[in-house]
Every structure is written in C-alpha cells, then in structure tokens.
C-alpha cells in the first residue's frame, strides 16, 4: 500500500509564501509523475504542477512564475513553493503520485488527503 502525506497549509496574507510538502511511503517503485492539484469551494479539482521522473515540470496557466515544484529522490518526497500568493489560490491541495505498471499497462494512482491553502487579502 502507497500512503501520501501532505504538510505545510495554511492561513497567510496576499503575497506572502508557504512551502507544501509531501512525503510518499510504502511500496513505491517506477515513479512516472509526483504532482500537486487544488481544489476550490464548488470548483473541479485542477493540476497545478506536475513533475517527472525525468525532472520535467509543468504548471498550470495561473501559477506560472510563482510557484515551483521540486522532489527529493531519496525521501520519496515533493515540494510546492508557492510565492506571491493570491485570494485566488485558496483551495485544499492535493499530493498525487503515479507510478507506471510496467507489463500490465497504465498507471497506479495514489491521492493525499489535502492540505488547505488560505490566502486572505
């Protein structure tokens, strides 16, 4: 079993930062993505970044240049920097890891349990 564990939330001002974190345990192996998602009050859960085994990332639109996502090989572990956050970035954040099911086909896919995010302005 996969468990991810998502830290780091919380209540800040307009333009202030936060790090979120997220360590994965269990039996991992073959990771293809670790990425973050967001879910806001009455909208659809969104990708916010998205990192590769190869180290290639992707961000959505609206957290371009300020927010930058990273891992840790060793610790299992991805990390959300987040600068300059605005009212629209409230939402519950969500850690996901995919990892490939070589033979078989398709990906395992393992959700965290959320972390909220309060930008107050």
């Known amino acids: 079993q996969v468990q991810l564990v998502e830290s780091g939330g919380g209540l800040v001002q307009a333009g202030q930062s936060l790090t979120l974190s997220c360590a994965a345990s269990?039996?991992?192996?073959?990771?293809?993505?670790m990425d973050w998602y967001r879910q806001a009050p009455g909208k659809q859960r969104e990708l916010v970044a998205s990192i590769s085994s190869g180290d290639n990332t992707n961000y959505a639109d609206s957290v371009k240049a300020r927010f930058t996502v990273s891992r840790d090989i060793a610790k299992k572990a991805v990390y959300l920097q987040m600068n300059s956050l605005k009212p629209e970035d409230t939402a519950v954040y969500y850690c996901r890891l995919t990892m490939n099911r070589g033979s078989y086909g398709g990906m395992y896919i393992y959700w965290g349990q959320g972390t909220q995010v309060t930008v107050s302005s």
């Open positions: 269990g039996r991992i192996f073959s990771i293809n993505t």
